[in-house]
Nanobody
C-alpha cells in the first residue's frame, strides 16, 4: 500500500553534483523518518542521511559537509543533494521511510524501501 519511487541517479565525475529525489505514495498517516541508504558492490547497506519529522538530521561521517538531505511533509518527498562527489560514493542508493502505525493502544514502526537508483562517480 506504500510505494517509494527514486529518481535522479546517473553518472557524474569526481567533484560533481547530483540530486536524488524520492516520492512516497499510498496510505501514510505519520512518517517518522525519511532517509537514504546506499549499497556498493560487495558491501553491506549503509546509512547516508536521515531526516526526522521534526527536521532533525543525521549524516554519515563520510558525507558530512558534502551531502544535504531535505524533506517535504506535505508532498511526502525527500531529497538528497550530493556535491563534491567521490568515487567512493558509487553505489545503489535507496530511499526509505519509517512509518508510525497505531493499532489500539499499541504503536509500532514499519520500514519501506524504494527499488534503488544507481549512482556512479568516475572520470
Amino acid at each position: 500500500q506504500v510505494q517509494l519511487v527514486e529518481s535522479g541517479g546517473g553518472l557524474v565525475q569526481p567533484g560533481g553534483s547530483l540530486r536524488l529525489s524520492c516520492a512516497a505514495s499510498g496510505r501514510i498517516l505519520i512518517i517518522d523518518t525519511m532517509g537514504w541508504y546506499r549499497q556498493a558492490v560487495g558491501k553491506q547497506r549503509e546509512l547516508v542521511a536521515t531526516i526526522t519529522s521534526d527536521n532533525g538530521t543525521v549524516y554519515a561521517d563520510s558525507v558530512k559537509g558534502r551531502f544535504t538531505i531535505a524533506g517535504d511533509s506535505a508532498e511526502n518527498t525527500v531529497v538528497l543533494q550530493m556535491t563534491s562527489m567521490k568515487p567512493e560514493d558509487t553505489a545503489v542508493y535507496y530511499c526509505t521511510i519509517r512509518v508510525r502505525v497505531r493499532r489500539g493502544f499499541q504503536i509500532r514502526y514499519d520500514d519501506y524501501w524504494g527499488q534503488g537508483t544507481q549512482v556512479t562517480v568516475s572520470s
